[in-house]
């Protein structure tokens, strides 16, 4: 069957996409006929008038770790010179300057830290939850959860339940990169296999914690090692919507930075083309999540990685979510990326340019009071380019 009668047939009747219409028009569909079907998508199922941001810094608590993974630069093993673990002080008075700008959540992630047992991540949380109480704490990816459990000799929901009694209200999704064994034990071996990352996911949803699904590509993997990331994702979307009513807010993701890390260095000078991905791939790739996703509302832009004007193009082209401010990231500055940081105004430009009327939101995607932007443009959403 053709790109066409593919794509004309999901439009028209809204039926599912299989993973095999997919990759069809992942390889064969151009791209301003998959833009163009995401954006009417995206304004079937979010409007057409607004894009949401959100107001939250990263912190990167510690950068000990034992995973190793090929593509992350900002690790250091245990031992080493420059690891560092923060402290309730240097962590609380981040989240201090977070308060000062009207921030809502903080994202907290770090490395596998074989020194660091369940009591450390509890108190760390109990203390946070009573000095902030207004800010969302959304902390440790599934396999930072997968070492806390080995640490302590407890089960990952065990782990789950503790932190979620101490305070913590969601689980971030990074960590999956990949959910595909051969892609995987190639980029990072010692990692959790895409299975453990799915069922501690699914543990947080059965919990009530927040939760979002997360893809780096640019591996060298193939479109079909693509499509089938996103087809474990929806399968665990439907039965996490079936059992407890919700899943995964949102879907986000971003090409692998390559400069600075070992598995670029490793590549360097061979595989040349299919490793990492431009801009059109990337447009194509949130494109076709916007399609196949019938059962995540939301779809991220990733400007940290791409630059806010691509992110902008995402947003005509499949895109709802401009993503955060986020005022500090280290893992993927590490890899090589210049801007990790953007003021509200930065943020709210480039939503205004692209033609949509920029709106504050929590990590549950619950709309908030917005400061009018500065930038004055007509605010109504333009067709997507006819080419890119």
């Not at 990790?340 to 504050?360: N, T, Y």
Request: glycine share 8%.
């Amino acid at each position: 069957m053709s790109w066409q009668v593919i794509l004309d047939s999901h439009m028209r009747s809204g039926q599912r996409l299989s993973p095999e219409d997919a990759v069809v028009l992942y390889e064969k569909a151009p791209l301003h006929s998959l833009r163009r079907s995401a954006n009417q998508r995206r304004i079937e199922m979010n409007g057409k008038e607004e894009v949401t941001y959100l107001i939250d810094r990263n912190i990167n608590y510690t950068n000990v770790c034992t995973i190793n993974c090929q593509f992350c630069s900002f690790y250091r093993p245990p031992g080493h010179d420059e690891t560092y673990t923060q402290d309730l002080n240097e962590i609380s008075n981040r989240v201090k300057e977070l308060e000062q700008i009207d921030g809502v959540r903080i994202l907290m992630q770090g490395g596998v830290n074989p020194d660091l047992g369940i009591d450390f991540y509890t108190d760390l949380i109990k203390s946070l939850r009573e000095l902030h109480p207004t800010i969302d704490l959304d902390c440790f990816s599934p396999i930072e959860i997968e070492g806390i459990a080995d640490v302590t000799g407890i089960s990952t929901l065990q782990v789950l339940e503790k932190l979620k009694e101490a305070g913590m209200h969601g689980l971030p999704g990074g960590g999956a990169e990949m959910l595909v064994d051969e892609v995987r034990s190639d980029v990072s071996p010692k990692k959790g296999s895409p299975a453990n990352w799915l069922r501690v996911m699914s543990e947080a949803q059965s919990l009530g914690l927040i939760t979002s699904a997360t893809n780096v590509f640019g591996f060298g993997e193939t479109e079909e090692h693509r499509i089938e990331h996103m087809r474990r994702i929806r399968e665990l979307q439907d039965e996490s919507i079936s059992k407890y009513g919700k899943g995964f807010t949102s879907f986000i993701a971003w090409p692998v930075q390559l400069e600075n890390n070992t598995y670029g260095k490793r590549n360097r000078g061979r595989n040349k083309f299919e490793l990492g991905a431009g801009p059109s791939e990337y447009l194509r790739h949130v494109a076709i999540s916007r399609l196949f996703f019938d059962n995540i509302e939301h779809i991220q832009a990733s400007w940290p990685t791409m630059g806010l004007s691509i992110a902008q193009m995402a947003l005509l082209g499949g895109a709802d979510d401009a993503g955060s401010t986020m005022m500090e990231e280290n893992v993927v500055s590490a890899s090589g990326t210049d801007k990790m940081s953007a003021s509200e105004h930065e943020l709210q430009d480039a939503i205004v340019r692209a033609g949509f009327r920029p709106r504050r939101r929590n990590s549950r995607y619950e709309l908030l009071d917005t400061p009018d932007p500065e930038t004055k443009l007509e605010l109504l959403a333009a067709p997507p380019p006819t080419q890119f």
